[in-house]
């Protein structure tokens, strides 16, 4: 059985091993100060195995299926994220992470870019989208495609394209382009029921 005082002398040699670096130093003192204080409880050494819970029942990117098969998923919500790339499409294209594109300083300042434009998109264009968000750079140009639910009418859908286009391409300082494609109702862009 451990005791404390052998554990004060182990820390006084750690600190010792430790002694170039401030923070450490602090550490150990106040961490030895503690055990010393509490020197007549003996310290008991078990050996024991540890684990964590399991976590099979938790996935992402798959949905459960509903008992009565009344839960609707689009084609690229019915697919895993293993079939990216073979069945269905990534979600962002841009050549950030090519190895020789001479982008590679761009990737996570691309990242950031995509991630204002996603959370524009949901602003402007509120429980309006079926779809995910998919947006594309091609050279200069990002060309931002989705279906869209009709829910208000062509005149006020043309403003909420030239403005986000005119919006984005001011700040994002390049020429922004909406391909949208409308369905009259949500359960059009469904592909199977779970």
């Known amino acids: ?7 004060v002398e182990n820390c006084s ?3 010792a091993l430790f002694s170039r670096n401030p923070l450490c130093q602090e550490f150990f003192r106040g ?3 503690s055990l010393a204080r509490n020197s007549a409880a003996p310290l008991p050494f078990i050996r024991s195995f ?5 976590t099979n029942r938790v996935q992402a990117g798959k949905y459960r299926s509903t008992q009565y098969k009344t839960r609707g998923l689009t084609y690229e919500q019915y697919y895993n994220p293993t079939f990216i790339g073979f069945a269905k499409g990534w979600n962002s294209w841009n050549t950030s992470n090519l190895r020789f594109a001479n982008t590679e300083h761009q990737t996570a ?4 870019y ?4 996603r959370k524009f998109i949901a602003g402007t264009f509120h429980n309006m ?4 968000v998919i947006i594309k750079q091609r050279h200069n140009v990002i060309y931002i495609a989705g279906i869209v639910h009709q829910t208000v009418p062509a ?3 043309y403003f909420l394209i030239g403005y986000t286009e005119e919006f984005l391409g001011f700040f994002l300082k390049c020429p922004v382009k909406m391909e949208l494609q409308s369905v009259s109702s949500k359960k059009d862009s469904l592909f199977t029921y779970i």
Do not use: N, W
């Open 155 to 157: 005149r006020k859908m």
């Open 109 to 112: 300042q691309i990242t950031i």
């Open 114 to 117: 995509d991630m204002f434009i």
């Open 1 to 7: 059985m451990r005791t404390i005082g052998s554990a």
């Open 50 to 54: 540890h684990t964590t819970l399991p």
């Open 129 to 132: 989208f079926v779809s995910e």
């Open 31 to 33: 961490f030895s100060a």
């Open 13 to 15: 040699e750690m600190m």
